[in-house]
């Protein structure tokens, strides 16, 4: 009876923050990682956890539904085939409730402690609906090569794109729904969020996170299937940058002047 109300109670109150995790094959990890969003946003903010499983095919659909049962913000959505990370990505912003989105990702080295202190700088800005607020993780809990070969990967994204941000590639980041919805949509887009962002006349801002070892379950990248990929997206990325203009459009009265 207490779930049913609660379930209630959560579609009634609508929510100023959705936080959208992408999710392949990670059952051990989503129940911890729910946990530790809630205990960082219960009694702080009213928000949503989405949580969208791209195609998974070990237990993961199963213990998403059991904790459904737990946890009333939780909504989670499936793909029926792998579309994904950025797709996945989409799918949740597209489906969130709230004019603010937060997203990490589902491998639980993001610390979502740190979702408050995203939320804090974005809601400082002038102008928070042309922000984006990314993390950037100070102190990797990597292997060695991962960590060079991503810092290599920072060091030319930044070079050839511009996009101001020291870490592209991490999962935490704040941005409001309808900026994100206006971006151009393609596979693996979320590595480019920042110049996108850029692109469509918004500004970066990056905020030091908490990063942590995987405890569970296998990466899904290898460093030589995204180093391949990604000269493919950095190239079509520097493209869309180069074709990409916002006109200046005079109000009526400069005009009527």
Aim: glycine share 8%; with cysteine; charged share 30%.
């Amino acid at each position: 009876m207490t779930t049913k109300n609660n379930t209630l109670n959560s579609e009634r109150i609508t929510p100023n923050v959705s936080v959208v995790v992408p999710v392949l094959n990670e059952a051990e990890n989503v129940g911890p990682l729910i946990k530790e969003i809630d205990g960082a946003l219960r009694g702080k903010d009213a928000f949503e956890i989405i949580f969208v499983d791209d195609g998974s095919d070990d237990a993961t659909p199963a213990a998403l539904a059991a904790l459904k049962n737990e946890h009333s913000e939780l909504r989670v959505i499936r793909h029926r085939q792998r579309t994904g990370q950025s797709a996945a990505i989409w799918t949740g912003v597209a489906a969130a409730r709230a004019p603010i989105i937060a997203t990490l990702d589902g491998d639980g080295q993001n610390d979502p402690a740190n979702i408050t202190c995203l939320l804090a700088r974005y809601r400082a800005a002038e102008d928070p609906a042309r922000l984006m607020v990314a993390g950037f993780r100070a102190k990797r809990r990597d292997s060695w090569l991962k960590r060079v070969s991503s810092r290599l990967a920072n060091d030319v994204r930044a070079l050839l794109l511009g996009d101001d941000t020291t870490d592209t590639g991490c999962g935490l980041k704040v941005f409001a729904r309808e900026a994100f919805l206006a971006l151009p949509r393609f596979d693996h887009m979320h590595r480019f969020l920042p110049a996108l962002m850029i692109r469509e006349g918004g500004r970066v801002e990056s905020v030091p996170v908490n990063h942590r070892p995987r405890e569970h379950g296998k990466t899904k990248y290898g460093v030589w299937n995204r180093l391949w990929v990604g000269i493919a997206d950095l190239i079509g990325v520097m493209w869309l940058l180069r074709r990409g203009s916002r006109p200046e459009v005079e109000t009526e009265r400069e005009t009527d002047a």
